[in-house]
């Protein structure tokens, strides 16, 4: 059975959505959870309320991770009242409501994508591998898309800074796996969340699942699971590698 019990995982992005079952499925581990959140303190502290519920132990942390101070801070503080992570989960991004024309995407359209859904995991990884490497094990799995694998329909931005995090992540699960760091990616489909509804007509949906081979849209738990996987001490031999959950539509 894989584990994480006993590590401690900080997920951004974890108040809700896919982040929110990713860190439940952790804390079910017996990871130490840390959540990361931008704006919604209420979610992030529902979902930490569901965590002690379960039995596990966590905090809520609140940082823009596209900015280094901030997250200097958030790992700071992780740190001291927690110790040292061992398992990040990069999870936080954002997307486009609606399909947007690539003509229409403008420099402040690229930048904003550009800053949470890259170099907020530069960031991230950038403070964690030291720490990492000081324990002599890791685990960092970095959440892209299907729309970084295909282009998508979010717009061109979109699926170019998802697509990025792959050759970056497979850049990483070679420089550190010496070092007992493994990295890899998990790439969602259509997941069902809060943002996903924002983004279709409940018309639509039916014609959506159609195209999915397995008749139904994804869950964030679906995704936890693959996440729990490569975060647990049983995959250390799996490192660089990009992990589709997607239905068979993708």
Known sequence: MPSVNGHIA??????RGIGKGIALRLAQGGAKI??????????????????HSLGGEGIILQAD??????????????????????????????????????????????????QVNLKGVFLCCAYALPMMIR???????NISSTAGLTGGSSGA?????????????????REYAPSGVTVNVVAPGKIETDLFHATITPEAI??????????????????????????????????????VVAGGYA
């Open 10 to 15: 900080l997920i951004t992005g974890g108040s």
């Open 34 to 51: 840390a959540i990361n959140y931008h704006q919604n303190e209420k979610a992030a502290r529902e979902t930490l309320d569901q965590i």
């Open 65 to 114: 991770v596209s900015k280094k101070g901030e997250v200097d801070k958030m790992f700071e503080f992780i740190q001291k009242n927690m110790g040292l992570v061992d398992i990040l989960v990069n999870n936080a991004g954002e997307g486009q409501l609606r399909s947007q024309s690539s003509t229409d995407i403008n420099e402040d359209m690229w930048d904003r994508l550009y």
């Open 135 to 141: 324990k002599k094990w890791g685990r960092i799995i």
């Open 157 to 173: 931005h979109y699926a170019a800074m998802k697509g990025a995090i792959i050759p970056y992540s497979k850049a990483l699960a």
């Open 206 to 243: 039916p014609q959506l699942v159609k195209k999915i081979p397995v008749g139904r849209l994804g869950r964030p738990e679906d995704i936890a699971e693959s996440v729990f996987f490569f975060a647990s001490e049983e995959a250390g031999f799996i490192t660089g590698q990009v992990m």
